[in-house]
């Protein structure tokens, strides 16, 4: 059975930073692309950040030079640091495996639960 769990989330001031991190299992790990994604109340979930099985990495807009995944094959986890938070990334943030199809991440198993992340002051 496959399970993706995410954690790490919390509530933090503007200009702060938080580690997500999402741990697989049920899956071979390795060969997986990974991706975070949020979604906002009222707004339609975003791809923030993906990362392919052999570690290259793209990121939304909104986030680059900000945001940073990672991924640790043999703790079978893909992480997502996220500094100079800013009250716009108040969302859930979900992780989902996938694949790329023309550079583009395309996510292909079921969604968890999200951990929840606020930014506020």
């Known amino acids: 059975q496959v399970q993706l769990v995410e954690s790490g989330g919390g509530l933090v001031q503007p200009g702060g930073s938080l580690r997500l991190s999402c741990a697989a299992s049920g899956i071979i790990f390795s060969i997986n692309a990974m991706g975070w994604y949020r979604q906002a109340p009222g707004k339609q979930r975003e791809l923030v950040a993906s990362?392919?099985?052999?570690?290259?990495?793209n990121y939304g807009d909104s986030v680059k030079g900000r945001f940073t995944i990672s991924r640790d094959n043999a703790k079978n986890t893909v992480y997502l640091q996220m500094n100079s938070l800013k009250p716009e990334d108040t969302a859930v943030y979900y992780c989902n495996r996938g694949y790329f199809r023309n550079s583009v991440f395309v996510p292909t198993g079921s969604w968890g639960q999200g951990t929840q992340v606020t930014v506020s002051s």
């Open positions: 990362i392919s099985s052999g570690g290259n990495t």
